[in-house]
């Protein structure tokens, strides 16, 4: 008997499967039961939180001046949706009339109409030849100034263009304003626009200071 445990326990030493199926039945146990150490513990997750980087002056100051630029550009829009609606409404007598407008579309073009006319005994009948001219050179302008409006959201020139361009309409309303003194409303909107425009250019400025100093 003892040359036989001895037999047994000499094949337990030499045999590295029983090693190998002894450290197997201790790792099951201990996933089963959990860690035993440290050295079976998996490191958790930190968090980590994400802090968005602080907006320079700058960049903010450069968004309120492109808002402020947009606002005061946008006015020329205005005027020009409300010229178109003016020459439309003189032509089919409407009776309305918006103040901010341009004076040439709104009130110099369609008058002129009225000058090259066919007299009869009854009344006086406006010449449709007339209203055709009138009406194509009113939408060349309020084109033109559309055109210089989209471009002038993009670039400078454009925006001094039209500005000289109202400033002329502004002082056709000046020379007309002894003969129609209800035209000084017109010439306050006029101001009111011209003065849009100014800011407009201003806040280009400023915009293209900032980047230069960044």
């Known amino acids: 008997m003892e040359e036989r445990d001895q037999k047994n326990a000499a094949e ?14 201790q790792s099951e146990t201990q996933e089963d039961t959990g860690p035993a150490s440290s050295d079976w513990e998996t490191p958790r997750e930190q968090e980590v939180e994400v802090v968005p980087a602080p907006v320079s002056d700058s960049v903010q100051q450069e968004a309120a001046y492109r808002l402020r630029r947009s606002k005061n550009w946008n006015g020329l ?8 609606v003016n020459m439309i409404a003189f032509f089919t007598d409407i009776g309305i009339a918006f103040p901010y407008s341009s004076y040439l579309v709104s009130y110099d073009l369609p008058f002129a109409a009225y000058t090259w006319n066919l ?4 009344a006086v009948i406006v ?9 194509v050179v009113g939408v060349v302008i309020l084109s033109l ?9 993009k670039y400078i020139v454009p925006v001094w263009i039209a500005l000289v361009l ?17 035209l000084i409303i017109d010439v306050a909107f006029h101001v009111w626009l011209i003065v849009n425009l100014i800011n407009t250019i201003r806040m280009d400025k400023e915009i293209k200071k900032l980047r230069i100093a960044a």
């Open 166 to 182: 109202f400033v002329l309409d502004t002082l056709l309303a000046l020379i007309n304003l002894a003969a129609i003194p209800s």
């Open 145 to 153: 100034y559309l055109l210089l409006y989209f471009l002038g959201r």
């Open 12 to 25: 337990e030493l030499t045999d590295p499967t029983k090693e190998l199926e002894a450290q197997w039945s």
């Open 77 to 84: 829009l205005v005027m020009v949706v409300l010229s178109a």
């Open 127 to 135: 010449s449709p030849q007339a209203v055709a001219v009138v009406c």
């Open 119 to 122: 007299v009869t005994e009854e």
